[in-house]
């Protein structure tokens, strides 16, 4: 039997609850895809583009629905005190569930395409092409020597952290080199490092030092280009944002 | 029942694995190279075919629930800081020694358990490159926790969206995919506390035992002492004596006093300055929600004083703790984000208490 054009579901003949309910169905839709394709791409990627800022739309959203829940519940929740902590608690929660359901999401998209990349390539989106140095560190030094980093203070984020450098190379054993220290380290290996980390670059070692060889990183071939019976004076690499180690002449 | 189960068995589970193989080679000197992995993998293959015999929807759906989210976090190595320098290192090391001897050099035990590099040491042994998934698949677990303890007293959907507004609580979802401590010592806290608070409502032996043994397991996890407040908190509810509880309350003062005694007031206020912006202002609005929550109760005359009570002692150890931490740091405050991290679970906590005593529960 056809239904009359009174029964049919149209808009125009839906109840105003249940066209409310579409309405924030569909913003949920618009305010998740805005999520999703940030959280997919980079940090302001949509407020580059269309100039709109999604933890902005999340409040939105988040006040809309509270507005809603309001008007249809606030019965449950008799206590002004209560309604006040519901309401509160729910505009952080709400943009929270739109950030985290469409950050799941993304993580999926984002794993699937880049299903065949190797371990430097992941550790590169934290660390940048440093980590290729540091494996390229960890090939060329004996396990059994000892390497002296660079000083635990700035712009050596990285390669000045004994812990993390450690990390790298265990079983290595690694020295940080202290800045009032007179006397250089008796160490095997001196770290190579113009890292900037954002400020001036600062060659290190910023000393000269005996050495047997000397061996320049290549970052665009991965391999170490050598130096033999040179010693080191940083005066002779400055500005050359030079990596490498420096095996040094034991006397 | 088995939706409690599950849960129990994967977190005391991760407890016991740990335990095992610290034990096996502290107490009886196992190199652990030599000590094979299949026996817990047929414990955990023999256990979910037994609990499906008994519900098998449910399992088939924690199964798929688990694959879904662990699924990505393989794709991830370990990159944060912490994790690469110390919890993930010292299982590498374990890995080339087998003994826990040799890596003990790196942190102090009491401080830094070794919970997670037992266990990461555990998922490398069983041929997994990457141990991600461990802290997705105890986000899930959570979840599926929380909603079982809910179920006991409310209806599917409700016990659902409880546990959904707890599992949104600040950082969590974050750290599902950081291999740090601080979610599995958010969430033993949290479940713990929760058992405890049950305890206080039904004094079963079992919710006791239960609260306590996960609140304990957060010191094999992280060595803060926060677990050890819910414990006492809990006992403290069964002392009717309104004098003994003041009493033990100006107790404890007067030893927090002289142990901190002469008080530099000037640091005390530079810390809570520090907590002010790095942690109030930062978590806002859960702070207040803690504030609001707590004036309806005793506006409200509800009589079970656990959660707040709990919270109140939490917030206590946050000030201490730091205090006690800049006495001997001048630039205590030059990380907030490791204050934040430690102390990310006050925010499920004032949820749960949000949501326990909007209930009503919390009157009886």
Partial sequence: MMKSSKDRYTLSNLKLASKIKILLSILFLGVFSINFFESLNYPNYFYSHFRIIPQEANLVFGFLIILYLYSNFRHRLTNKLLQISAGLLLISIIPALLTTSSQFTARFIKVASRY???IEQKQELVIGKLVYFLNFVKRTVRPDSLLAAPPESLPWHYTGSSQYIRAWLYPVTVETYYLDKIEPLSADYYLISSEANGAPEHLWPDFPLAAEKIIIYDWENDIGIEYPGL????????GKSVWGLILTQKI | MIAELLPIFF????????????????????NLLQVPVWPFWVTLAGTLIYFSSKRSKFVLVTLILSVLFSLPAFWYPVTDWDAVTLFDFRAKILMQTGQISDVLFRAKISEYPLFTSLIHFFIFRSNI????????????????????????ILNVRTSLLFSLVILLAPKLFEHSLIAYTNLPYTIYLIIGTFYLYIWTNNHRRADLLLGIMFCLSTFWIRGFPFGIIPI?????????????????????GLIA?????????KLLLE???????????????????????LIYQIRARAKNWFMPATILGFWAAIILGNYHYALTDPVFARIPDALQRTVMFINPAISLYFVLLSTNKSKT
């Fill in chain 2, 271 to 293: 810390v809570l300055d520090f907590i002010k912006w790095g942690v109030i202002k930062y978590y806002f609005p859960y702070p207040l929600i803690f504030v609001l929550t």
């Fill in chain 2, 232 to 252: 006492f908190v809990a006992v403290a509810t069964r002392i009717k004596s309104r004098k003994i509880i003041s009493a033990i309350l100006l107790l404890g």
């Fill in chain 2, 257 to 265: 006093i002289y142990r901190f005694w002469p008080v530099n007031i």
């Fill in chain 1, 231 to 238: 010693d080191w004076n940083p005066d002779d690499w400055k």
């Fill in chain 2, 11 to 30: 977190f005391l589970g991760l407890q016991a694995i740990s335990l095992c193989l610290f034990v096996l080679n502290n107490l009886f000197k196992i």
């Fill in chain 2, 129 to 152: 490159s990457s141990p991600m998934p461990l802290y997705a698949l105890v986000y899930l677990f959570f979840g599926l926790h929380l909603y079982s303890l809910f179920h006991r």
């Fill in chain 1, 116 to 118: 065949d990349w190797t």
